[in-house]
């Protein structure tokens, strides 16, 4: 790739260790790209304004932006057992939440959208207030009583008892157990205008970079870490080994499923628009 391309993705260390070799030059015939770090709802928000080449986004976000870009094979967050959790102070069950307040980290994330299909479910009457905060104050407002239950993604499932805080369900389980299919959570997309033959070699290149992390871990510790937000480096390693996984080489069919799956029960809810079938052909 001749022209640098703007990209965003969080600093947590799945995308990190993903983007590694292709942000620091390392794919053979790959210029690195333009980098921005911002959390999921800032670049959920960057893609509905179009503002960058390729973005890290929510799987649900997916509805409002596939006009002008396009879904990736490769790159993102998918998976078995790393779904959100939701977090409280003291033990309670589901039916406790009701009329309650509950932080998220994005009106428009997976999370909520998984979040919004279990409370359906679960939640007699629905939870009351929503508060949108960043991923990484959501428990602590939990801990202080700021909120009665948070929605939390990313390293917190490794970390939550640090602040005293009690699983109260977890939303990936609940996906998989009433699905079958793994867990969608962060997509790569990239916009159409780039055009075929560029879209396509931006695939080989996340998908060599994710390869060259596996087969270096080590190279991108560094990077890694820096980024980490003083994250316990063993912290991050289970971060990494949860969330990069198969999907993140190549979706495939399981990972083509799951997100269909996940936007089209979204859309039959009235969570979501409904998609145009062939919404998530790539190219």
Request: net charge negative; charged share 20%; aromatic share 8%.
């Amino acid at each position: 790739m001749s022209q640098a391309l703007r990209i965003a993705f969080s600093p947590c260390p799945n995308d990190t260790f993903v983007f590694h070799a292709w942000t620091h030059g390392k794919v053979p015939g790959a210029t690195a790209p333009e980098v921005t770090f911002a959390d999921i709802d800032l670049t959920n928000g960057m893609a509905e304004r179009g503002e960058l080449d390729v973005l890290k986004v929510s799987y649900a976000e997916l509805p409002w932006v596939l006009d002008e870009y396009t879904l990736l094979p490769c790159g993102g967050a998918l998976g078995r057992g790393c779904g959100p959790l939701v977090l409280t102070k003291d033990a309670a069950t589901p039916a406790d939440l009701a009329g309650r307040t509950v932080a998220v980290p994005s009106e428009r994330s997976t999370a909520y959208l998984l979040f919004r299909l279990w409370a359906a479910d679960q939640v007699p009457g629905g939870v009351g207030e929503v508060k949108v905060m960043p991923f990484d104050e959501i428990m602590p407002a939990v801990r202080d009583g700021l909120v009665d239950a948070g929605l939390v993604i990313h390293e917190a499932r490794f970390t939550y008892q640090n602040f005293g805080l009690t699983c109260l369900a977890d939303m990936g389980e609940h996906w998989e157990t009433t699905t079958g299919l793994p867990i969608p959570l962060g997509a790569i997309i990239a916009k159409r205008s780039l055009g075929e033959e560029r879209l396509r070699e931006l695939a080989r290149t996340i998908t060599t970079s994710v390869r060259m992390a596996w087969d270096d871990p080590e190279a991108s510790r560094t990077y890694v870490l820096e980024h980490a937000q003083e994250m316990d480096p063993a912290v991050a390693d289970q971060h990494i080994g949860l969330y990069v996984n198969e999907f993140s080489a190549d979706l495939g069919e399981d990972g083509y499923a799951a997100v269909r799956g996940l936007l089209t029960r979204a859309a039959a809810e009235g969570l979501v628009p409904p998609l145009a079938p062939d919404a998530l052909k790539f190219v």
